[in-house]
Structures are given as structure tokens and as C-alpha cells.
């Protein structure tokens, strides 16, 4: 009975095993999971757009040939992240379906524009930063396919932040015009990363149910400070400053206090008002309709080889 399975389920959690996708489990567990896995998936493959965008204007062969692979990378956390959200009986065409018709989110940061080839490096560093502080806690979410998942995503991740760390030290080493350009890039990029960890504790819905659970094992504003934390010598060992006047070292607490939020733009860019909002979920909806043939193909194909035809 419910009673029973849920008993199992509460100690299971509680004894830091993994739930999978077989498992019993509370319907607004899964249902949470589908919320979180979905939206981490969509902002994976809408996160190719922002970089995608410099491929053709990377300044040399080896920098292109990085951003290519690093791209790529990309597309394949969405497919293991649809791929976990399957296991949950959600099907993808399902979550694309809610995702091209504004049903469910992705990461606020993907709506801001790149505009100059250091926003490459900027993301690398404090995007791809900010997405590991958050992800490595996730490798020991509950939830098995999402976790395990995750471990691989961290790895890649981790290199994504470190060629975003280069770049942005050679140009930072570079011409005073090249240094510019990177100083004027993380000041862009520094506010809406501290977004990325959701909204202040208080204002989080979903934080207390899912630390319960243990698909979050930190809350937004932990993991935000962690990151501040972190950034604030990877910035002075880059030559670059933070665009933040309140940045000072708390003795007492140990951490850097850093300056307000502003959380009015957050809300805005979630409701679909920032800068890009428009431009990705349109190119989002262009790209799915132009890998129409390419679907049909491989399910043609797939058929052709279960259905026991040769040829
Ligand atoms: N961008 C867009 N929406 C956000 C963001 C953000 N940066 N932060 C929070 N939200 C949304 C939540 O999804 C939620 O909306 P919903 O109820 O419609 O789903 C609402 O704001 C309230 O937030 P929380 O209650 O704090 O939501 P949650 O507990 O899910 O925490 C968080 C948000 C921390 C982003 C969590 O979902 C998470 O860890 N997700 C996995 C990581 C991820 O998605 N990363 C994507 C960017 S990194 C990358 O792809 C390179």
C-alpha cells in the first residue's frame, strides 16, 4: 500500500541511497524532478546559441576548433539530460513541445547577447563557473539517472571553464584594447551569473521540498556565495576587476559580502522580457523544424532494422 512504499521511499532518502527509475516515488517528487531535469536540459541546447554565434569569427584555428568541440558538448548534456527526464516517463517530444511553446523555462542567463569574442571566455569562466558550483552538489542528487549524469557533465564542464579562463587571460595579457574588451565583457556577464542560482532564499519556492529530498543539497543563496567566493582571486589573478563596489572581505563570516541583486531584471528576463528572450526560442523553434527530415529519417531506419527487413 501507499503508506508503505512511501515508508521505503522517506528511508531510502533518509540513508542516502538512490532512488531509480523503477522505484515507487511520491508523484511530486517525479513530478519536480521533470521540472528541474527539463529546464537543465532546454538550457543546455539553448546554451549552444549565445557561443555558437562566434564560431565562424573565432580568431584563430585553434580557438575555433575549441569552441566547435565545447559547442557540441553542449547538445550532448541536453540528450543525457532528456535522456534522464525519460526515465521519469516523459517523453522528449513532450518537453521540446513545452519548451518551444513557453511551458516550461531555461536558464535565465542564455538571454543575454554575446557581443564581442571575449563574452566566449566570460561564459567559459563565469557561466560554466557558476553552472559547476551548482552541478557538482547535483552528482549526489537522489534521483540515479540525473545524478550519474551529471558526474560527466562536470567533467566536460570543468573544461569548458578552464579554456574560458585562458582566453580571457590572454586577452587580458594582451593589447590595452584586448584587455578592454575582456574588462567589458565580465562587467556584462558578472550580475547575470549570480542569477543563474535562482532567486534569494526566501523567495524560492521549491528549495525547502527539494533539500528534503535530496535532489538540491545546498540552497540558491549557499551555492551563490560559494561562487563569490570563488571568483573573486580567479579575477585578480586574471588582472580583471568585478563590477561590484560593495565586494569586501567579511572576516567574521569568512566570505566575500557582495552588492544587492537586481532581482526586478531576473523576474523580467524569466517573464521573457530580456534582451534575447525572443531571438533563441525562435531560433530554438527554426532548428527543430529544419531537423524535421532528419527525425523522420532515423525512425524510418529504426523501424526498417526492428521490424526484421533487410536492406
Ligand atoms: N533561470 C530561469 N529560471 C530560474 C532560474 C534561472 N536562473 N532560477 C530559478 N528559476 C525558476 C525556477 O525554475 C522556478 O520556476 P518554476 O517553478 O516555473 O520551475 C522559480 O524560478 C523559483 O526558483 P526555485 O524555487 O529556487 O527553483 P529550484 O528549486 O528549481 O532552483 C535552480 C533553481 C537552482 C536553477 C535548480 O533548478 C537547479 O539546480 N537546476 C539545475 C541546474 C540548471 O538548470 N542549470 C542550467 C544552467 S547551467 C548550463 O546549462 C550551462
Known amino acids: 500500500d501507499t503508506a508503505a512504499y512511501q515508508h521505503a521511499f522517506d528511508a531510502a532518502v533518509a540513508a542516502d541511497e538512490r532512488i531509480e527509475p523503477r522505484d515507487w516515488m511520491p508523484d511530486a517528487y517525479r513530478a519536480t524532478l521533470v521540472r528541474q531535469i527539463a529546464q537543465h536540459a532546454h538550457s543546455e541546447i539553448i546554451g549552444m546559441q549565445p557561443e555558437a554565434n562566434w ?35 516523459t517523453g522528449r517530444d513532450e518537453l521540446l513541445d513545452k519548451l518551444h511553446s513557453g511551458r516550461q523555462k531555461y536558464s535565465s542567463i542564455f538571454n543575454y547577447p554575446t557581443l564581442t569574442w571575449a563574452d566566449v571566455g566570460a561564459i567559459g569562466w563565469l557561466v560554466d563557473g557558476a553552472a559547476i558550483t551548482n552541478q557538482v552538489p547535483l552528482c549526489r542528487c537522489s534521483y540515479g539517472p540525473y545524478a550519474r549524469a551529471m558526474v560527466r557533465i562536470c567533467k566536460e564542464e570543468s573544461f569548458h571553464q578552464r579554456q574560458g579562463y585562458e582566453l580571457l587571460l590572454a586577452l587580458s595579457k594582451g593589447t590595452p584594447e584586448q584587455h578592454a574588451m575582456a574588462q ?45 567566493d570563488i571568483c573573486v582571486p580567479q579575477a585578480e589573478s586574471l588582472g ?14 569568512g566570505h566575500w559580502d557582495f552588492g544587492p541583486i537586481d532581482w526586478t531584471e531576473f523576474w523580467e528576463v524569466l517573464k521573457g522580457n530580456g534582451p534575447c528572450n525572443e531571438q533563441r526560442i525562435t531560433q530554438r523553434r527554426r532548428a527543430h523544424d529544419e531537423g524535421t527530415w532528419v527525425r523522420e529519417a532515423a525512425a524510418a531506419y529504426a523501424a526498417k532494422h526492428t521490424g526484421g527487413t533487410s536492406g
Open 55 to 89: 564560431i565562424t569569427r573565432a580568431p584563430s584555428l585553434r580557438r575555433k576548433a575549441i569552441l566547435m568541440a565545447k559547442v557540441q558538448d553542449e547538445a550532448g548534456h541536453g540528450l543525457y539530460l532528456y535522456s534522464a527526464a525519460e526515465t521519469l516517463g
Open 240 to 253: 580583471l576587476t568585478l563590477p561590484d563596489p560593495d565586494l569586501r572581505w567579511n572576516e567574521e563570516r
Open 184 to 228: 567589458d565583457a565580465v562587467d556584462r556577464w558578472w550580475w547575470p551569473s549570480l542569477m543563474m542560482f535562482g532567486p534569494p532564499d526566501d523567495e524560492s519556492q521549491h528549495s525547502a521540498q527539494s533539500m528534503e529530498w535530496k535532489i538540491k543539497r545546498h540552497s540558491n543563496d549557499e551555492l551563490r556565495q560559494r561562487f563569490v
